[in-house]
T-cell receptor
């Protein structure tokens, strides 16, 4: 079974702090994704990566950056946390390729509160 | 325009009854895939079922089936014989193969299903 592990289930930080959310997958997937989930808005893509050191902006990249130094690990960075970044953050991974039926596999999520 | 629309914020169903969760989508790409995910209160996203745009048959996985109406651009999830453990948020998502990055999914806003006794 694919395992996507997010480093924290719950995290509380202060405004202005630099925050790191870590995600590790164990299935050698090329693609990795970071989403945030807010009530009534569904999941919105922040950034994704299709290879080591490669990244692309998603729909809401402002205030975030990412790092992918190793294939299995994808980090989301809040450069200077703000209260409007309080949210549920979900990491996912998938196989690369044009086959459309490959699902994304998700971690358990990190509930981040910025005070 | 919304690419994925789920118009039911919340639904109730009695145990052992069937329920349909609606999903409509908007794309000009002839090649796409549609996914349904379940999110229990614990937070993890569980992949349920997939339907490809060229699939001739409606997808089925156990108690889950997909009512795919291509001309109407709808991909409704049908859960038969509901169980208390089906209470969760359900998300519809789409992947467009030829436009943009093939691996991206666009999600709807979700439907919260409550199964009652």
């Amino acid at each position: 079974d694919v395992k996507v592990t997010q480093s924290s289930r719950y995290l509380v930080k202060r405004t202005g702090e630099k925050v790191f959310l870590e995600c590790v997958q164990d299935m050698d997937h090329e693609n990795m994704f970071w989403y945030r989930q807010d009530p009534g808005l569904g999941l919105r893509l922040i950034y994704f990566s299709y290879d080591v050191k490669m990244k692309e902006k998603g729909d809401i990249p402002e205030g975030y950056s990412v790092s992918r130094e190793k294939k299995e690990r994808f980090s989301l960075i809040l450069e200077s946390a703000s209260t409007n970044q309080t949210s549920m953050y979900l990491c996912a991974s998938s196989l690369r390729g044009q086959t459309s039926n490959q699902p994304q596999h998700f971690g358990d999520g990190t509930r981040l509160s910025i005070l | 325009a919304q690419k994925i629309t789920q118009t039911q914020p919340g639904m109730f169903v009695q145990e052992k009854e069937a329920v349909t969760l609606d999903c409509t989508y908007d794309t000009s790409d002839p090649s796409y895939g549609l996914f349904w995910y379940k999110q229990p209160s614990s937070g993890e996203m569980i992949f349920l079922i997939y339907q490809g745009s060229y699939d001739q048959q409606n997808a089925t996985e156990g108690r889950y089936s997909l009512n795919f109406q291509k001309a109407r651009k709808s991909a409704n999830l049908v859960i038969s014989a509901s169980q208390l453990g089906d209470s969760a948020m359900y998300f519809c998502a789409m992947r467009e193969i030829n436009t943009g990055t093939a691996s991206k999914l666009t999600f709807g806003t979700g439907t919260r299903l409550q199964v009652t006794l």
